[in-house]
T-cell receptor, first 111, second 112 residues
Framework: GDSVTQMEGPVTLSEEAFLTINCTYT??????LFWYVQYPGEGLQLLLK?????DKGSNKGFEATYRKETTSFHLEKGSVQVSDSAVYFC??????????FGKGTTLSVSS | EADIYQTPRYLVIGTGKKITLECSQT?????MYWYQQDPGMELHLIHY???????EKGDLSSESTVSRIRTEHFPLTLESARPSHTSQYLC???????????FGQGTRLTVV
């Protein structure tokens, strides 16, 4: 079945450092790919998405490119802030079915 | 901004009590979901519904039950709470053939 694998955390960075969180997937067909973010004590918020190969999703300085050849959707940000500290989830969606999530990666940014 | 609401946000309850976690959405979405989030933050799908009077169990076995009598409402019930039910419960909804889901803020349940 479909699945998502993302790098284990926690990831600890200093402010203004470069961030990469790796995500790879296994799927039949042509899924959509997502990154969600969960701040402490909150639900999940959609951060960005890509619906087809080579699409780049971007939001709030975060980016991820849908790479079909490597089945990857890595999350990147050029300069992280303390306010980016959160748990990040990579997810895969096929039309009409529930999202499949990775296990989440905790990011901690210190000043 | 997603319009999906969960109540209560926090609940501490004694073993053996019956509880209902509420989830409502005002977006007219036909699909709704319940996820249980473990302390390691991993999400597990426990129930889903693709429309009124349609409910299915998810990937993780759960002692909870759900109902979908109205499109906008998807409550989750535990008939007899136990400490093993202590967790964060997240409700979500999505529209038709679209894949992205919108989440509520969650209910953190503690059973003592």
């Amino acid at each position: 079945g479909d699945s998502v694998t993302q790098m284990e955390g926690p990831v600890t960075l200093s402010e203004e450092a470069f961030l990469t969180i790796n995500c790879t997937y296994t799927a039949t067909g042509y899924p959509s790919l997502f990154w969600y973010v969960q701040y402490p004590g909150e639900g999940l918020q959609l951060l960005l998405k890509a619906t087809k190969a080579d699409d780049k999703g971007s939001n709030k300085g975060f980016e991820a490119t849908y790479r079909k050849e490597t089945t990857s959707f890595h999350l990147e940000k050029g300069s992280v802030q303390v306010s980016d500290s959160a748990v990040y989830f990579c997810a895969l969606g096929q039309a009409g079915t529930a999202l499949i999530f990775g296990k989440g990666t905790t990011l901690s940014v210190s000043s | 901004e997603a319009d999906i609401y969960q109540t209560p946000r926090y609940l501490v309850i004694g073993t053996g009590k019956k509880i209902t976690l509420e989830c409502s959405q005002t977006m007219g979405h036909d699909k709704m979901y319940w996820y249980q989030q473990d302390p390691g933050m991993e999400l597990h799908l426990i129930h889903y519904s693709y429309g009124v009077n349609s409910t299915e169990k998810g990937d993780l076995s759960s002692e909870s039950t759900v109902s979908r009598i109205r499109t906008e409402h998807f409550p989750l019930t535990l008939e007899s709470a136990r400490p093993s039910h202590t967790s964060q419960y997240l409700c979500a909804s999505s529209e038709g053939g679209r894949t992205e889901a919108f989440f509520g803020q969650g209910t953190r349940l503690t059973v003592v």
